[in-house]
């Protein structure tokens, strides 16, 4: 096992090291790293416990879950609006229905093709921002763009990976199968999410000074394995348990905190999973399935370009925007090779296409940087050969997607009140669930012996007081949920306004509000008949008057405040922290994209050229053309700075400026930087010895008399007489013929005043 390791890092390490040195992405030097220990390249492999490298591959794809997980954001998803959703739609249907035709052109049969449609559809998110940051491109407005489509595919390959699982193992497609799955993993998503952020972040900060970076380690990992147990018990992959973990904490303040913790561990699983993938790959099978993975090369590169394009074009974004996002997501990685490995562990799919796949995903990597190039020429292609009245149509067409139009009322009002039922009834089911499964059966196994009383805690309680006390148990603890299904919104603004309309809106509303009236009922209706064999007709009217105590509650309003509130502070605590900090508020930022401007934020190196200069000196908006909105100085907001503003090494500039302008700001920073490398070295602080002697004009006169500080630019820090010493020393000291000066400052000023 330890020599095993041993191969598998220093192999991983060396290559990995070239790759870097010859710019590739490290992903493709951990591949080929395994290509050279597997047993196909050298002709024996050098590891001796392949399954032990299958293992630790596994946990290595639940680190990188996590990971991916700890970057995703619910909130971030529904901010982002239309534009990922429409894109990434376009993409996975487009992308899954090439693949499967290109699998039954190549003969090949319905489950492995349609993993392999599965496997096309998702771009890799560490490769895509690699690539950028190479680039220098993480600053342009598309990055966000593809941050949300990968966000969008992410998610969805979590959901893939369950529809695949379930079709797999029944080897058919049935649609009530499907929907099935989809309702139980939107439910277990919901209640996870919904307890998640209840109890997680209150939790963390309630012990945030005992979890120093050793303890936050293991607590995050823990909570990472126990969702992994979690989901497996539901039935799901772990996979999506770790995923699931991840995006919890995402919401919590300590999210950078763990990520950053977490990332040396994902990266040495991470590297052992990648290897493990290229242990899986024959050349020699690659030499024979050339024409397979020649087609599903160009089917992704090409597919991608004009999925990409056509979703983000569709929903709003401009041309340029557009080409930009297609251009970037020419590539398969990392789900490609959890679905593959899914695949081959559920012997659905043939054995040549985990290796075709991974040559795929090695060669569309490798081409990724050249292929994000050529967005720009072919956008100027495009300009050049296309009409001034499809240049206008596409121009107003963006203008109007993107246009802040309000929603209508009724579409704002069925939204929020349909998503509160959804979340508190999920969460109602699931508190229902526990209860008549473990509490319950605990309080009726004092009625198991059929007698008419029973000692209960030293009490004799009859038969029908122990039901009472379960039921008053149950509605007790689910009441302020039930009263958020029935009540919640109902007097918002939305609803008064459609109220006062009149006519057949207060029709809708009034039935509305018996919708949600009649599901609370059914809550209190189940939990009554679960525990008393009373008429059919007697529970109703019972549930009636239930759900109109806990409608006209106060105590229980007060409670489902509380709970709400609780829940909001949670949820919003990363998100207000962060608006704290920040220069700009997002409704700002996002009002300027309208009109191709957006804010990007630099920080000053200590070395920058910058550094002590003012900003009417720098010409930086003669220059790169953005506009300085803000200089963040240690926490200090200085707010449209004046030219007479100068800068600070760790200085944060907040500029406003199109993609190339703010290109441009970026090399005049580079530039400064490299430009002060020929810079001489600092001076130095250095101590020197001197005995004042009769000559000097300093003998006889205090220490400040002397002015030695403004003299030489140095302080006395002792003074050595008669064998004793007097460290810092009273200014108002004498200083005497025979005393020996020790004397500290820069050492070249230092030296010529020794000297004079």
Not at 268 to 284: K, Q, Y
Not at 406 to 411: A, D, G, I, P, Q
């Given at each position: 096992m330890i020599q095993d390791l041993c191969v598998i890092m220093l192999t991983a390490g060396i290559v990995s090291l070239l790759f870097k040195l010859f710019k590739q992405p490290v992903v493709l030097g951990y591949i080929v790293a395994g290509l050279m220990v597997g047993p196909y390249v050298l002709g024996e492999s050098w590891i001796s416990d392949v399954e032990g490298v299958d293992t630790w591959g596994q946990i290595g794809v639940l680190f990188l879950l996590f990971s991916m997980g700890l970057e995703f954001s619910f909130k971030k998803l529904l901010k982002m609006g239309s534009t990922a959703v429409v894109a990434a739609m376009v993409i996975v249907i487009g992308m899954m229905s090439s693949g499967y035709l290109i699998g039954q052109l190549l003969g090949w049969g319905s489950m492995t093709s349609l993993f392999l449609g599965g496997m096309l559809c998702m771009s890799s998110t560490t490769i895509v921002f690699k690539a950028i940051e190479d680039m220098g491109l993480s600053k342009h407005h598309f990055v966000n763009v593809c941050f949300g489509i990968l966000v969008i595919e992410d998610l969805f390959a979590v959901v893939l990976m369950v529809l695949l699982s379930s079709i797999a193992v029944s080897n058919s497609f049935e649609g009530g199968e499907l929907v099935g799955e989809i309702l139980k993993l939107v439910f277990y998503l919901v209640l996870w999410f919904v307890l998640g952020i209840l109890i997680l972040p209150s939790f963390l900060k309630r012990f945030r000074k005992y979890l120093n970076d050793e303890t936050m380690t293991i607590f995050s990992i823990g909570l990472c394995l126990g969702m992994v147990m979690l989901a497996m018990k539901a039935g799901f992959s772990s996979a999506l348990g770790a995923f699931v973990m991840g995006s919890l904490l995402a919401e919590t303040l300590e999210a950078e905190r763990i990520e950053h913790l977490v990332k040396p561990i994902k990266d040495?699983?991470?590297?052992?999973?990648?290897?493990?993938?290229?242990?899986?790959?024959?050349?020699?099978m690659l030499a024979t399935h050339w024409l397979p993975i020649l087609l599903i090369t160009i089917t992704v590169i090409v597919g991608q370009i004009i999925f990409a394009s056509i979703g983000t074009l569709l929903s709003g974004q401009s041309l340029r925007v557009s080409l930009q996002t297609g251009f970037s997501l020419v590539q398969i990685g990392e789900f490609a090779f959890i679905i593959a490995t899914l695949g081959q562990t559920l012997h659905v799919t043939d054995d040549f296409l985990y290796p075709i796949v991974v040559a795929v995903s090695v060669i569309t990597t490798f081409l990724t940087p050249y292929i994000m190039r050529l967005a720009i020429p072919t956008l100027h292609f495009i300009e050049r050969h296309?009409?001034?009245?499809?240049?206008?149509?596409?121009?107003?067409?963006?203008?109007?997607?993107?246009?802040s139009g309000?929603?209508?009322?009724?579409?704002t009002y069925l939204k929020k009140t349909l998503l509160n039922v959804l979340i508190y009834g999920i969460v109602t089911a699931f508190i229902f669930v526990i209860y008549f499964n473990y509490v319950h059966p605990y309080f009726m196994s004092f009625v198991g012996d059929g007698s008419n009383s029973f000692t209960v805690l030293g009490l004799r309680w009859p038969e029908f007081g122990i039901k009472v006390l379960s039921c008053v148990l149950i509605l007790g603890a689910a009441s302020p949920l039930i009263f958020n299904i029935a009540m919640k919104g109902a007097n918002s603004s939305e609803g008064r306004q459609l109220w006062n309309t009149g006519g057949m809106q207060k029709a809708f509303l009034s039935g509305m509000f018996i919708f949600r009236l009649l599901l609370s009922m059914a809550f209190v209706f189940f939990a009554l008949a679960s525990i008393f064999s009373f008429n059919a007709g007697v529970v109703i009217v019972i549930s009636f008057f239930v759900v109109l105590s806990i409608a006209f509650s106060r105590s229980i309003r007060k409670r489902s405040k509380l709970l709400e509130n609780a829940f909001n502070e949670n949820l919003t605590a990363r998100e207000t922290s962060a608006e704290e900090r920040r220069a700009m508020r997002n409704s700002t930022v996002n009002s300027l994209l309208n009109y191709d401007i957006h804010i990007s934020e630099f920080d000053v190196s200590a070395d920058s050229d910058f550094c002590g200069k003012k900003l009417k000196n720098l010409s930086i908006r003669s220059v790169s053309g953005v506009s300085i909105v803000c200089i963040v100085r240690s926490g200090l907001h200085i707010f449209i700075p004046g030219g007479d503003e100068s800068i600070y090494p760790g200085d944060r500039i907040i500029a406003a400026g199109s993609d190339s302008q703010i290109d441009s700001f970026q090399k005049m920073l580079d530039q400064s930087i490299n430009g002060s490398h020929g810079k001489e070295a600092p001076a130095m602080v250095s101590l020197e010895h001197y005995t004042v002697s009769q000559s000097d004009n300093i003998h006889d006169k205090s220490i400040i008399e002397s002015h030695i500080r403004e003299n030489a630019h140095c302080i006395i820090m002792g003074v050595e007489r008669n064998g004793e010493y007097y460290m810092n020393p009273n200014p108002q000291m004498v200083i005497k013929t025979g005393d020996t000066l020790i004397l500290a400052g820069e050492t070249s000023r230092l030296k010529a005043f020794v000297n004079r």
């Open positions: 040495i699983f991470g590297a052992i999973f990648f290897v493990s993938v290229g242990m899986m790959i024959n050349p020699g296309s009409s001034d009245g499809f240049k206008m149509w596409l121009e107003n067409y963006s203008k109007v997607k993107n246009s309000s929603e209508s009322l009724w579409k």
